[in-house]
């Protein structure tokens, strides 16, 4: 089993560019998030979804789309990247109440 | 705004000092509540979690946990810090749709 697993582990984006970050898990989890980490901040919940087909925004939406077309995908999607976007992102996916969350092992991007 | 809040950002303690984190929700009905650790350089860690049942739990490395129903409070405790601690600690809770996370509070044990 690779659990929750992130693609790339490392991105420089120029300023107006766009790209894709795909979260695959293989533990039937329900339940996936996409977070940013900033020194300072924690981890701050950008969109989740509550099954396959759905989407939520989390506490900071603007400036990310995001997808659930499968089950064990989850894309977090920046369209226009800015400099403010620069952070480590994580996906993490659970079960729903009284289960545990597991964690990608985060994606580093750089908006220049 | 966030509905997790950690009350200290920065903790600076000698070794063998006692340590109390504290962390407080502002969500109702039933949650699930989760102490998390990140050592520098390294990806996150689950401490401890809180289903249901006795509210003091008990998690690895010697910390535990008190969640406090009447106070919306899940305050991390451990009582003789080692400079091993060193770390930053998040507490994380999970009500009924989405998993969210406090800012964090730096550890800094001095030896």
């Known amino acids: 089993n690779a659990g929750v697993t992130q693609t790339p582990k490392f991105r420089v984006l120029k300023t107006g560019q766009s790209m894709t970050l795909l979260c695959a898990q293989d533990m039937n989890h329900e339940y996936m998030y996409w977070y940013r980490q900033d020194p300072g901040m924690g981890l701050r919940l950008i969109h989740y979804?509550?099954?396959?087909?759905?989407?939520a925004k989390g506490e900071v939406p603007d400036g990310y789309n995001v997808s659930r077309l499968k089950k064990q995908n989850f894309l977090l999607g920046l369209e226009s990247a800015a400099p403010s976007q620069t952070s480590v992102y994580f996906c993490?996916?659970?079960?729903?109440?009284?289960?545990?969350?597991?964690f990608g092992q985060g994606t580093r991007l750089t908006v220049v | 705004a966030q509905s997790v809040s950690q009350h200290n950002h920065h903790v600076i303690l000698s070794e063998a000092a006692s340590l109390e984190l504290g962390c407080n929700y502002s969500?109702?009905?039933?949650?699930?509540l989760f102490w998390y650790v990140q050592y520098p350089g390294q990806h996150l860690q689950l401490l401890l979690k809180?289903?249901?049942?006795?509210?003091l739990v008990k998690g690895i490395k010697g910390f535990e946990a008190e969640f406090i129903k009447s106070k919306f409070s899940f305050n991390l405790r451990k009582p003789s810090v080692q400079w091993s601690d060193t770390a930053e600690y998040f507490c994380?809770?999970?009500?009924?749709?989405?998993?969210?996370f406090g800012a964090g509070t730096i550890l800094r044990v001095k030896s």
């Open positions: 994380a809770v999970r009500p009924r749709n989405k998993l969210v």
């Open positions: 809180y289903f249901s049942g006795d509210p």
């Open positions: 993490a996916g659970d079960s729903g109440l009284n289960t545990e969350a597991f």
């Open positions: 979804s509550v099954g396959e087909g759905t989407t």
């Open positions: 969500y109702g009905g039933t949650v699930n």
